[in-house]
Structure formats: C-alpha cells, structure tokens
C-alpha cells in the first residue's frame, strides 16, 4: 500500500497552514464582528468548489453563531440561488452574476468576502469592484499567487499555495476560525 500521495497532502496542507497571517483574519473576524452588532450584510461569493465554501461560510454565520446567541448574521452566499444565476448568466453575462447582485442588494459599510484559488476569476474581480464602488469593506481568500485580487480587496489573506484543493481547504479553515471565534468572545448578546 502507498501511501506517499496522502502524506504529501498532509505535509503541504501544515506547511501552509504554518504561514497563516493570523492578523488579517482577526481583522476579517472583528470586520464580521461588527457587522454583526450592527445588523449590517455579509455578501461571500466564489465558483466551484469556492462556491461551496461561500455557502458553508454563510450558514456558519447565519446559523452557527445563531445557535448560543439567538441572531445570527445577515450573510448571503452569493452562489446560493440557481435561478438567479443563471438569469443573470443568461440574460446579462456570467463575469456579472455577483456584481449584479452587489449593486442591488449590497449597501455602504457592507462585507464582501471573496473567495478564489487564482484571484483571476472574472465575475470575482466585477464583485470586489462593485462592492468597492458602493463602499463595502473587501475581504479576499486566495491561493495560488493571488491574482488581480490580492491587490484588489480592503484585506487579501493569501495562501502562496499552487493547489486548489489545498487553497480551498484553506477557505473554509479560515471561516471555521472565524465562526469559532465570534461564539467564543461574546458580550451583551454578541461579540467582544
């Protein structure tokens, strides 16, 4: 039996894992930590298997913070409604189905967190342009070099990995982080 793909993956994953720049993402977790006390919109979009990781980010902080504390947040996982993407992807253009949903629905002081492997995606740099012009806070979790959207975002928090599993795995630790610690520091029915 062989073992060595596995135990490389392993290796790799600590090895990034061992570089996390924890400040942004006490940065993005006291960002959503405000949101939160202030009834403010958390919009988290991505494509694929990113797409996945906005929904599971979403509910963590719709749902998860919800359970000890009553109230969750107002997070939207922006990939969550095949109808409308694919009008959007049909009648305006896929590089819009996020923007699109930004300018309607997104408002100043806002979040956005994007997620994406290359940085490169169109529809992810439309979002994080959208959001910037309405005055939305920019978040970005990326892998890979990072792509336009490493200097595009408020805060980019990058993984230099070249592995979109492993840049993905990555995206979804970092929302668990997060999750985890807006339940662990709580005060006067949120978060301190």
């Known amino acids: 039996m062989n073992l060595d793909h596995f135990r490389k993956y392993t290796s790799l994953l600590i090895e990034v894992m061992g570089k996390l720049e924890f400040e942004k ?3 993005l977790a006291e960002a959503l930590r405000d949101a939160w006390r202030e009834n403010r ?5 991505g494509n694929g298997g990113s797409a996945a990781n906005a929904m599971h980010i979403a509910n963590d902080l719709f ?3 919800a359970k000890d504390f009553g109230v969750g947040i107002r997070a939207h996982a922006l990939p969550a409604n095949q109808s409308l993407i694919t009008c959007l992807a049909n009648d305006v253009s896929y590089e819009d189905i996020f923007s699109r949903q930004i300018e309607v629905l997104g408002r100043p002081r806002d979040i ?4 994406s492997g290359s940085g490169n995606s169109i529809n992810i740099v439309k979002a994080i342009e959208t959001a910037r012009k309405i005055g939305m806070k920019t978040f970005a979790i ?3 070099t990072g792509g336009k959207c490493l ?5 980019s928090i990058h993984f230099k990995v070249e592995d979109m599993q492993i840049a993905e795995d990555l995206q979804l630790i970092v929302g668990h982080m997060i999750t985890q610690w807006l339940c662990c520091n709580r005060i006067n029915g949120l978060t301190k």
């Open 41 to 45: 919109q958390v919009f988290i979009c």
């Open 142 to 144: 990326l892998g890979y």
């Open 112 to 115: 956005l967190i994007a997620l």
């Open 25 to 27: 993402i006490h940065t």
């Open 151 to 155: 200097q595009m975002a408020d805060v």
């Open 63 to 65: 749902c998860g913070v």
